[in-house]
């Protein structure tokens, strides 16, 4: 590999401008592209299959108007009071004219909802009263009804006792002597009384009757309204205090009904009522709107990240000497981001891509790229010094520090690319741009450093360097190639200071022991860590999200900025009534759960099928009740005729993409931590190397997760770090940050330990050639963190809250692992296993191939080479 990197490199310098013009056509096809294919990032990010989504596609077509996106926006009067009636008809006239955009369906008036609420309470109060005098109707009816009863009674028993008169009467007259028919004929006028008093007695009970079936369909409705009644006043009872007016109506919350669902909202849809509400002036009336409204694609590139590029090119300055070589790294670093994270942006149209992923490839294609250039020309540099000529120089560094280039770069690549296996979309094609973008700035380094270094010629280096390598050329010329300052990169050329010294026992027990303890203690708070996704609460404070998120919560509530909805199915052929009673019964149980503070209906679909309601939390969308409430939910059984219980939302699907990414964590962290043992063993032919910079990675590793989660999770330093409020850390960065630093501490690693590898196996002792390896590698180890560090730093105070703690995480992690895992805590390690660390089983040398990645072969056929020319002229 060295030789044919060589090869490389030395054809990239004997065509520099052949190589620079393709890079460049390289850069503008990818600018081309993105402007002609690009599409539109996502803000808002998901992951298919969720519990989540799988009730929000039903949402979408059961209830499709429900399942539009939705933006609120708060109303706050600026001087504490009421509003007034003209405050209410401008906010009215503003919501009309919000309807009237393209990208809105509807718009909600809180002042009209809130009257419609207070209707709706008089009606049921109403009804209770109309319920109430139908019952005291319906007593009097009855009481009547028993009254006619008995006076029926008493009229029968009356009739009777005339019949029995005129009976005896005619028995009496038939004893006298008269005939039967004589004496019934006598009787006949007091029978036909007798007769058609019966015959009334007849028509009044069924009179009665009628009356009696009346008042039975009376009662029938009476309860019938009863029970609806009792429905309507459980949902009041269960949405009990939920408004879009604040109790001292100084706060109203408005609704902007989009006519797409959220994941389909363009940024210039949200722009566009943007820009209406910001031309907005209500005297007296601040208008806040909420994140669903105000959230755009952030600015990739910002003042902080600009600052980190700067602090960059000081470093590189310091180190390299000149202008025009500390602008190669710069330039590298731009050619790569610029094919890369632009060209990936061209992808946008075609895959689903959210803002993040493009700035996660700037970060790394920026940072690797300054770096690998900079191994390169510091390696060129050594070289010119030593008295070696340009073109030689060029080919040389390029096999042998570029070789070093090509394994750390394919280790992180490698590492970002088993993003994949976690089998999250969105996380998978992070790694995959970051990949490209890192693959891309290694075959800069390898092919445009060159050419550039060609450029320049000998101006690699400072007239006062080269006037002082002249100097020693010409006097020590024979012995020239041998020489090296501390800061070359001697691992690659096999050569040391013969009076370097091993460090003492008691250094070396101390060092290990204070590095470990170090790394424990920054690491204690990562077994605290809880993993969520940002909400307006970590937007900067004085934001309109900000702001619309904490007066929602100070007027309504912290559970109205994360609402849950709650869906369930219903029997076939459900009536509209008993679908009713279902939802009320259902919302009932649920205002009952725990950590629950309201229940509001939000009807059902056309067949009755499947109802919904909204669920609004006692604490915040990003609180440990709010995330047991959701689980408690999907496990509730319903005690009522529904079944299945269903939950969405954001609140839920943050839950949902936070869980998808905890359960992937450990199998992702066993297959890096694995490549990073089978890596580590095949370059450097040990089994006890591999496992102290396994180790290290580990403890930077959680370390790192240790100080996101004091700063960011338990608020420490907010006012430094501009944490607005506290709050779980982001569900991806751990995976992130494994993936990241992995790649870079192995390319730390590699730099320290190859030097200690060479010292040892050309007749060093095992504790003196960690000392040697030590100090040819640790200038360029150092430049390159500080650089890696400034980079990501930058983004500490990006526009993004996601990329804040992203930037955070890489920037404390990289500083860890190269200051005190790489430069403090290995070396100590290494001095204390000795010769131990270098053993490896005869069996397994034979079969592990010898990469070569110091590139010693290239070295010695170059040095002989050399030597044989030196030779022949002589």
Same mark, same amino acid.
């Given at each position: 590999?060295?030789?044919?990197?060589?090869?490389?490199?030395?054809?990239?310098?004997?065509?520099?401008?052949?190589?620079?013009?393709?890079?460049?056509?390289? @850069?503008?096809?990818?600018?081309?592209?993105?402007?002609?294919?690009?599409?539109?990032?996502?803000?808002?990010?998901?992951?298919?299959?969720?519990?989540?989504?799988?009730?929000? =596609?039903?949402?979408?077509?059961?209830?499709?108007?429900?399942?539009?996106?939705?933006? %609120?926006?708060?109303?706050?009067?600026?001087?504490?009071?009421?509003?007034?009636?003209?405050?209410?008809?401008?906010?009215?006239?503003?919501?009309?004219?919000?309807?009237?955009?393209?990208? @809105?369906?509807?718009?909600?008036?809180?002042?009209?909802?809130?009257?419609?609420?207070?209707?709706?309470?008089?009606?049921?109060?109403?009804?209770?009263?109309?319920?109430?005098?139908?019952?005291?109707?319906?007593?009097?009816?009855?009481?009547?009804?028993?009254?006619?009863?008995?006076?029926?009674?008493?009229?029968?028993?009356?009739?009777?006792?005339?019949?029995?008169?005129?009976?005896?009467?005619?028995?009496?007259?038939?004893?006298?002597?008269?005939?039967?028919?004589?004496?019934?004929?006598?009787?006949?006028?007091?029978?036909?009384?007798?007769?058609?008093?019966?015959?009334?007695?007849?028509?009044?009970?069924?009179?009665?009757?009628?009356?009696?079936?009346?008042?039975?369909?009376?009662?029938?409705?009476?309860?019938?309204?009863?029970?609806?009644?009792? =429905?309507?006043?459980?949902?009041?009872?269960?949405?009990?205090?939920?408004?879009?007016?604040?109790?001292?109506?100084?706060?109203?919350?408005?609704?902007?009904?989009?006519?797409?669902?959220?994941?389909?909202?363009?940024?210039?849809?949200?722009?566009?009522?943007?820009?209406?509400?910001?031309?907005?002036?209500? =005297?007296?009336?601040?208008?806040?709107?909420?994140?669903?409204?105000?959230?755009?694609?952030?600015?990739?590139?910002?003042?902080?990240?600009?600052?980190?590029?700067?602090?960059?090119?000081?470093?590189?300055?310091?180190?390299?000497?000149?202008?025009?070589?500390? $602008?190669?790294?710069?330039?590298?670093?731009?050619?790569?981001?610029?094919?890369?994270?632009?060209?990936?942006?061209?992808?946008?149209?075609? @895959?689903?891509?959210?803002?993040?992923?493009?700035?996660?490839?700037?970060?790394?294609?920026?940072?690797?790229?300054?770096?690998?250039?900079?191994?390169?020309?510091?390696?060129?540099?050594?070289?010119?010094?030593?008295?070696?000529?340009?073109?030689?120089?060029?080919?040389?560094?390029?096999?042998?520090?570029?070789?070093?280039?090509?394994?750390?770069?394919?280790?992180?690549?490698?590492?970002?690319?088993?993003?994949?296996?976690?089998?999250?979309? &969105?996380?998978?094609?992070?790694?995959?741009?970051?990949?490209?973008?890192?693959?891309?700035?290694?075959?800069?380094?390898?092919?445009?450093?060159?050419?550039?270094?060609?450029?320049?010629? %000998?101006?690699?280096?400072?007239?006062?360097?080269?006037?002082?390598?002249?100097?020693?050329?010409?006097?020590?010329?024979?012995?020239?190639?041998?020489?090296?300052?501390?800061?070359?990169?001697?691992?690659?050329?096999?050569?040391?200071?013969?009076?370097?010294?091993?460090?003492?026992?008691?250094?070396?027990?101390?060092?290990?022991?204070? !590095?470990?303890?170090?790394?424990?203690?920054?690491?204690?708070?990562?077994?605290?860590?809880?993993?969520?996704?940002?909400?307006?609460?970590?937007?900067?404070?004085?934001?309109?999200?900000?702001?619309?998120?904490?007066?929602?919560?100070?007027? &309504?509530?912290?559970?109205?900025?994360?609402?849950?909805?709650?869906?369930?199915?219903?029997?076939?052929?459900?009536?509209?009534?008993?679908?009713?009673?279902?939802?009320?019964?259902?919302?009932?149980?649920?205002?009952?759960?725990? $950590?629950?503070?309201?229940?509001?209906?939000?009807?059902?679909?056309?067949?009755?099928?499947?109802?919904?309601?909204?669920?609004?939390?006692?604490?915040?969308?990003?609180?440990?009740?709010?995330?047991?409430? @959701?689980?408690?939910?999907?496990?509730?059984?319903?005690?009522?005729?529904?079944?299945?219980? $269903?939950?969405?939302?954001?609140? !839920?699907?943050?839950?949902?993409?936070?869980?998808?990414?905890?359960?992937?964590? %450990?199998?992702?962290?066993?297959?890096?931590?694995?490549?990073?043992?089978?890596?580590?063993?095949?370059?450097?032919?040990?089994?006890?190397?591999?496992?102290?910079?396994?180790?290290?990675?580990?403890?930077?590793?959680?370390?790192?997760?240790?100080?996101?989660?004091?700063?960011?999770?338990?608020?420490?330093?907010?006012?430094?770090?501009?944490?607005?409020?506290?709050?779980?850390?982001?569900?991806?960065?751990?995976?992130?940050?494994?993936?990241?630093?992995?790649?870079?501490?192995?390319?730390?690693?590699?730099?320290?330990?190859?030097?200690?590898?060479?010292?040892?196996?050309?007749?060093?002792?095992?504790?003196?050639?960690?000392?040697? $390896?030590?100090?040819?590698?640790?200038?360029?180890?150092?430049?390159?963190?500080?650089?890696?560090?400034?980079?990501?730093?930058?983004?500490?105070?990006?526009? =993004?809250?996601?990329?804040?703690?992203?930037?955070?995480?890489?920037?404390?992690?990289?500083?860890?692992?190269?200051?005190?895992?790489?430069?403090?805590?290995?070396?100590?390690?290494?001095?204390?296993?000795?010769?131990?660390?270098?053993?490896?089983?005869?069996?397994?040398?034979?079969?592990?191939?010898?990469?070569?990645?110091?590139?010693?072969?290239?070295?010695?056929?170059?040095?002989?080479?050399?030597?044989?020319?030196?030779?022949?002229?002589?």
């Amino acid at each position: 590999m060295a030789k044919l990197l060589n090869k490389l490199g030395l054809g990239a310098a004997a065509r520099p401008w052949t190589v620079l013009i393709s890079w460049l056509a390289l @850069v503008a096809i990818a600018v081309i592209s993105f402007f002609t294919f690009g599409g539109q990032l996502q803000s808002t990010i998901t992951i298919p299959d969720t519990p989540t989504v799988q009730v929000t =596609d039903r949402l979408e077509e059961e209830f499709p108007d429900a399942a539009k996106g939705t933006g %609120p926006v708060v109303f706050r009067t600026e001087d504490g009071s009421e509003f007034t009636d003209e405050q209410k008809n401008e906010i009215g006239d503003l919501l009309t004219d919000l309807d009237e955009l393209d990208a @809105v369906n509807e718009t909600v008036n809180p002042f009209d909802t809130e009257e419609q609420r207070q209707d709706q309470i008089q009606e049921i109060e109403d009804g209770q009263q109309q319920l109430d005098d139908g019952e005291e109707k319906l007593a009097t009816g009855r009481e009547e009804l028993d009254d006619a009863r008995e006076q029926l009674s008493a009229t029968e028993q009356e009739l009777d006792e005339g019949q029995e008169q005129v009976d005896a009467g005619i028995e009496q007259a038939v004893a006298q002597g008269i005939p039967q028919e004589a004496a019934e004929q006598q009787a006949a006028p007091l029978q036909e009384q007798i007769d058609q008093g019966r015959e009334q007695l007849e028509q009044a009970r069924s009179e009665l009757a009628t009356q009696e079936d009346e008042l039975d369909e009376a009662e029938q409705e009476i309860e019938t309204n009863r029970d609806q009644l009792q =429905d309507a006043q459980d949902l009041l009872d269960a949405s009990e205090g939920f408004s879009l007016v604040s109790e001292d109506g100084t706060t109203v919350e408005a609704i902007i009904m989009f006519n797409k669902p959220p994941l389909d909202i363009e940024e210039e849809d949200r722009e566009g009522v943007m820009a209406a509400l910001e031309e907005a002036e209500i =005297d007296g009336v601040e208008i806040l709107p909420t994140q669903q409204v105000s959230q755009t694609i952030p600015q990739i590139i910002g003042p902080t990240e600009i600052v980190g590029m700067v602090v960059a090119a000081i470093v590189l300055f310091i180190m390299l000497g000149t202008f025009v070589t500390a $602008g190669l790294p710069l330039l590298n670093a731009l050619v790569g981001v610029g094919v890369g994270a632009v060209g990936s942006l061209a992808f946008s149209s075609v @895959v689903e891509m959210v803002s993040i992923t493009p700035v996660l490839g700037i970060m790394l294609g920026s940072a690797v790229g300054i770096d690998y250039a900079l191994f390169i020309i510091n390696r060129h540099r050594q070289q010119l010094k030593s008295g070696m000529d340009v073109r030689t120089s060029i080919g040389l560094a390029n096999g042998t520090a570029g070789t070093a280039v090509l394994f750390a770069g394919s280790t992180v690549v490698i590492a970002l690319l088993a993003l994949g296996i976690t089998g999250i979309p &969105f996380l998978g094609l992070m790694g995959l741009v970051g990949g490209v973008c890192v693959l891309l700035a290694v075959l800069v380094a390898l092919t445009l450093t060159p050419a550039m270094l060609s450029f320049i010629g %000998p101006r690699a280096l400072s007239k006062k360097e080269r006037r002082k390598r002249d100097e020693q050329h010409s006097s020590q010329a024979k012995h020239s190639a041998e020489e090296s300052d501390e800061g070359s990169s001697s691992q690659i050329t096999g050569h040391h200071d013969p009076q370097t010294q091993p460090m003492s026992w008691t250094r070396a027990i101390v060092t290990a022991v204070a !590095s470990i303890a170090v790394l424990g203690i920054l690491a204690i708070p990562a077994s605290q860590m809880r993993l969520g996704l940002p909400d307006g609460s970590a937007e900067p404070e004085g934001s309109a999200a900000y702001e619309s998120y904490m007066a929602i919560d100070d007027a &309504f509530g912290p559970g109205r900025n994360g609402p849950l909805v709650v869906t369930a199915d219903l029997e076939e052929d459900t009536s509209d009534d008993d679908a009713m009673t279902i939802t009320a019964e259902l919302a009932t149980q649920i205002s009952e759960m725990d $950590g629950v503070d309201q229940v509001v209906p939000a009807g059902t679909n056309d067949d009755n099928s499947i109802l919904a309601l909204q669920v609004v939390p006692e604490e915040g969308p990003n609180e440990p009740s709010t995330e047991d409430l @959701v689980y408690e939910l999907r496990d509730t059984t319903p005690e009522t005729n529904a079944s299945d219980l $269903g939950v969405a939302g954001m609140t !839920s699907g943050f839950i949902d993409i936070s869980d998808e990414l905890a359960e992937a964590l %450990p199998v992702y962290l066993a297959v890096v931590v694995g490549l990073s043992l089978l890596i580590m063993i095949v370059v450097f032919r040990s089994l006890v190397v591999p496992l102290i910079a396994t180790g290290g990675f580990v403890l930077s590793c959680l370390a790192s997760m240790g100080g996101v989660v004091a700063i960011y999770q338990w608020g420490w330093l907010d006012t430094i770090f501009q944490v607005s409020t506290p709050g779980p850390v982001l569900s991806f960065l751990p995976t992130i940050l494994i993936g990241v630093l992995f790649g870079l501490a192995m390319d730390y690693q590699l730099f320290i330990s190859t030097g200690m590898r060479e010292a040892y196996v050309h007749g060093s002792d095992a504790r003196t050639a960690v000392m040697q $390896g030590f100090k040819s590698g640790r200038s360029v180890v150092t430049a390159a963190a500080i650089i890696m560090i400034s980079v990501f730093g930058g983004f500490i105070f990006a526009d =993004d809250v996601m990329i804040r703690p992203i930037g955070f995480a890489l920037a404390f992690g990289v500083l860890l692992d190269a200051f005190v895992v790489r430069l403090l805590l290995m070396p100590a390690l290494m001095h204390l296993v000795g010769a131990g660390a270098w053993w490896f089983p005869k069996w397994l040398d034979k079969i592990v191939p010898n990469v070569d990645v110091e590139g010693s072969s290239l070295d010695e056929e170059i040095s002989r080479k050399e030597k044989d020319d030196a030779t022949a002229q002589a």
